[in-house]
């Protein structure tokens, strides 16, 4: 069975910056894509960040700048680094693995999910 459990998220002030981790088990993760995805109530999942296969980073124009995803394949995890965080960055992050490798910018290409984890950054 294939998990991922994020962990990370929390309340911040804004400029601050939070660290979220994504760890994958039950499938190999070293030639997957993983991507990291944020949604609010009511509102559609935004992508945030995606790194393919080979370590290669894709973000949001909102974030880009801000943000830097990484991974380790030895520890199959992935993480976001989040800077100079803003209100608007207040979300669920979600994390999203591709077993084609991929760092696509849309939700349908992930065929895995975590739960979420809560970011909420105060004015």
């Known amino acids: 069975q294939v998990q991922l459990v994020e962990s990370g998220g929390g309340l911040v002030q804004a400029g601050g910056s939070l660290r979220l981790s994504c760890v994958v088990s039950g499938r190999p993760f070293r030639d997957s894509g993983a991507g990291w995805f944020r949604q609010n109530p009511g509102e559609e999942r935004e992508f945030v960040a995606a790194?393919?296969?080979?370590?290669?980073?894709k973000y949001a124009r909102s974030v880009s700048g801000r943000f830097t995803i990484s991974r380790d394949n030895v520890k199959n995890s992935v993480f976001l680094q989040m800077n100079s965080l803003k209100p608007e960055d207040t979300a669920v992050y979600y994390c999203?693995?591709?077993?084609?490798?991929?760092?696509?910018?849309?939700?349908?290409?992930?065929?895995?999910w975590g739960q979420g984890t809560q970011v909420t950054v105060s004015s």
């Open positions: 790194i393919d296969w080979n370590s290669e980073p």
């Open positions: 999203a693995l591709d077993p084609a490798g991929s760092s696509s910018r849309a939700s349908n290409r992930y065929a895995y």
